[in-house]
């Protein structure tokens, strides 16, 4: 099997697995599945363009730009739209999180127009080694996916504030009994995982384009790598990426590469028939 395969899957399990494992945070927290992370995706690639193309700022700086702006606006959205309407059922609160992308990435397209933009950073010639070629900035995106998978694991399993995002996410009340305050808790992992999209966002610029639909076009792997690794496990969503990513791959070698964002719906499809608990997550208990 050709080495670029893995490579190529590789990148895009680092693309897709940062955000994926927010989405399963978001979810753990707040019980319905948000797929406002296109928009915010979309949010953090033009707000790291606006730092390092028309302010001039480096791409490092325009990155801790993005991530700090991405956390606000989803922090904001979960404060005047989610959590109003806290008390509806999970579907409704999705239709709502589909209509807030729409609208995020309308208000992205009446600033910036539909142009395709990129980093002020210099062209390179990509990597070569064993017949496999990967570019410096994807050499980037995979040790950043690495650094962050190994920071979020050391939060959850070895600090008081992972302690309580799990315990929030395992039994509110019950975190609420024991006095962990579930509502700071909340506004803290909504602040995290905006952050980690904003980050997305520069990694789908910095491999991909920068355009209005960037967040868009990877809401269904991210999707699919969840559910793969079962919502609400991000180990498990790490996991899910890798096989993912290398799926897509695969499936080039048979069908032309349009039919590549096919495979998130098919996985998507066959484990909420066969396993909707996904590789990781735990069957839920009907009394």
């Given at each position: ?10 990148v ?27 928009g ?45 309407m ?13 209509a ?32 496999a ?21 050391v ?11 799990r ?9 609420a ?6 509502a ?16 997305t ?11 209005p ?16 690794g ?5 180990y498990?969503?790490i996991?899910?990426?890798?096989l ?17 964002i096919?495979v998130?719906?098919?996985i998507i ?19």
């Open positions: 099997m050709n080495l670029q395969i893995f490579v190529n899957a590789l895009n399990a680092a693309l897709i697995a940062p955000p994926a494992m927010a989405f399963s945070l978001l979810f753990g927290v707040l019980k319905f599945p948000n797929f406002a992370i296109g915010y995706i979309t949010i953090g690639a033009f707000a790291a363009y606006t730092f390092n193309v028309p302010l001039g700022l480096p791409l490092p700086l325009a990155t801790i730009g993005a991530m700090a702006v991405t956390g606000f606006v989803v922090w904001l959205a979960h404060v005047w739209v989610f959590k109003p806290q008390a509806q059922s999970a579907v409704t609160l999705l239709v709502v999180s589909i807030l992308t729409l609208i995020l990435e309308s208000v992205v397209r009446l600033f910036f127009s539909a142009d395709v933009r990129g980093f002020d950073i210099p062209l390179e010639r990509p990597w070569k080694f064993w017949g070629r990967i570019t410096k900035e994807q050499v980037q995106i995979i040790a950043c996916a690495v650094v962050l998978g190994t920071g979020l694991h939060l959850l399993r070895h600090t008081r504030i992972g302690r309580a995002m315990a929030v996410a395992d039994n509110p009340m019950l975190a009994i024991r006095g962990v305050d579930a700071k808790i909340t506004a803290l992992t909504t602040i995290l995982c905006g952050a980690i999209f904003g980050l966002g520069v990694f789908a610029g910095l491999d991909l384009v920068i355009e639909l960037v967040g868009w076009n990877l809401t269904i792997p991210i999707f699919a790598a969840a559910i793969l079962g919502i609400g496990s991000p498990g969503a996991l899910g990426a890798l993912l990513g290398l799926a897509e791959e695969l499936t080039i070698l048979v069908l032309p590469s349009t039919y590549k096919a998130g719906f098919v499809a066959i484990f909420l028939l066969v396993r909707p608990q996904g590789l990781f997550g735990t069957a839920e208990i009907k009394k």
